[in-house]
């Protein structure tokens, strides 16, 4: 295929091949560059097209492969996909919150909060809070895993509550 021959259907192209390299990266900029290198790859491939044949699908299958050569490429470095803008930590400045709430609140009112729980929902709890999978915690309190998983989020949620009820509308510190 001749260069102008070319460069006319990579044009008419061009519009399907950029969504599709937005389709694949998720990423504007990234996408852009799957593009160039789409059609870097291309023209200096085009001696191997074989006329008659579907030019919108070897120039997509290019792409393809292109973009899954470079996922892996970033796998074996350790570098996939980062969405975080550039600036995130430049721009933090010195806004900062303090947050004293594991200052102002003891392990000993924790303590009692827990201890309040239903004991169906305690044991679980503080299995899990020693490190035991929920594998482990099932076969030990004989339970189903779904049932085991329910108990230890109802566990959460309770404490949450009253940590909330204790402590609306008062500093947390100052709890009785």
Not at 22 to 44: C, G, H, M, S, V
Not at 146 to 159: E, P, W
């Amino acid at each position: 295929m001749n260069t102008i021959t070319f460069n006319q259907h990579f044009g008419n192209l061009s519009h399907y091949l950029r969504a599709f390299a937005l389709k694949l990266t998720k990423d504007a900029t990234t996408a852009e560059d799957l593009f160039q290198e789409t059609a870097f790859l291309a023209y200096k491939n085009r001696a191997k097209f074989q006329s008659g044949t579907n030019i919108k699908a070897w120039m997509g299958t290019i792409m393809r492969n292109t973009f899954i050569n470079e996922y892996r490429r970033k796998k074996r470095r350790n570098e996939l996909f980062d969405y975080t803008p550039n600036d995130y930590f430049l721009n933090s400045g010195n806004v900062s919150t303090y947050n004293g709430g594991e200052e102002n609140m003891t392990l000993e009112e924790i303590t009692k909060l827990v201890d309040r729980l239903d004991e169906k929902l305690r044991k679980p709890f503080l299995m899990a809070q020693q490190g035991y999978c929920y594998d482990e915690i099932s076969q030990m309190t004989n339970a189903a895993l779904g049932t085991v998983k329910s108990r230890i989020f109802l566990a959460r949620k309770a404490l949450r509550t009253k940590i909330i009820d204790l402590y609306d509308g008062r500093p947390v510190g100052n709890a009785a």
